[in-house]
């Protein structure tokens, strides 16, 4: 990081961790004054960093390293068995990209999604205050990707298009329809996306090897990790 070095990086007081319950977090985020570019965030998300709204972060606990970026090599992916099924299954989908703006329609699926499927988290219970910090107060190279079946909209991922890849920022989808992985078949969407658009990554955030909530993103070989300041690939 000796680049941002006349950059401020400020550290939470410890608080506890939403995902190990029996361990303390502490944040590092950058100087909430620096205009977040898209260089920068490319740059940033090459070591680690992630986007909340107009925040830059990175997990920076002392006696825990369990959160570890994680991206996927998208010209090197191959589905699985169980992953083909469920782009199968979704086939009928129509997507749209759209604009990084308040619409009462995304938000009150992001309500239904926090409300009955996350609730002891942190976002619970959502609010329409929250949401748009979180994810409408974006950026300019922000997009919104709809996942429609004919009219009803069943899923949102929202997306940040960086310079060497895709950052997959945030999916809600609508819980009654469970049965079709909406979850997982938006990131399959989005891998083959920036396959696409001619990009080599698509980053999915942090992974927790002990996390129950996190276990998915390692469903998708390979799969690259960001460990000891460099990116690792398992297959």
């Known amino acids: 990081m000796s680049q941002y070095k006349n950059f401020r990086f400020y ?38 960093f992630r986007r909340s709204g107009q ?6 606990c002392i006696t825990c390293q369990a959160c570890i970026p994680a991206r996927i090599p998208v010209d090197s992916f191959r589905m699985r068995r169980t992953q083909r099924k469920t782009w ?20 009150l699926l992001y309500e239904k999604y926090i409300n009955q499927c996350h609730q002891d988290g942190d976002m619970h219970p959502a609010t329409i205050e ?22 009803r909209l069943l899923a949102v991922s929202v997306v940040d298009h960086l310079q060497t890849s895709l950052s997959a920022i945030y999916t809600f989808y ?5 049965q079709r992985s909406l979850g997982r078949y938006c990131i399959l969407w989005l891998i083959a996306e920036a396959k696409k658009l001619r990009l080599p ?33 398992v297959k």
């Open 88 to 107: 199968n299954r979704n086939s009928a989908l129509r997507i749209s990209k759209v604009s990084a703006e308040f619409q009462d329609e995304h938000y």
């Open 130 to 151: 929250q949401y748009t910090s979180f994810l409408v107060e974006s950026t300019e190279f922000t997009s919104f990707y709809e996942f429609r079946l004919d009219e």
């Open 11 to 48: 550290v939470t007081q410890p608080h506890e961790c939403s995902y190990l319950p029996k361990e303390q977090a502490t944040t590092l985020f950058m100087d909430p004054e620096i205009l977040l570019t898209k260089q920068l965030c490319s740059e940033l998300a090459e070591v680690g």
């Open 55 to 60: 925040h830059i972060y990175r997990p920076h």
């Open 174 to 178: 609508d819980p009654d329809y469970s």
């Open 201 to 233: 990554y698509l980053h999915l955030g942090y992974w927790i090897r002990n996390c129950q909530k996190m276990k998915y993103k390692i469903e998708y070989r390979p799969v690259d990790l960001y460990i000891s300041q460099e990116w690792r690939q």
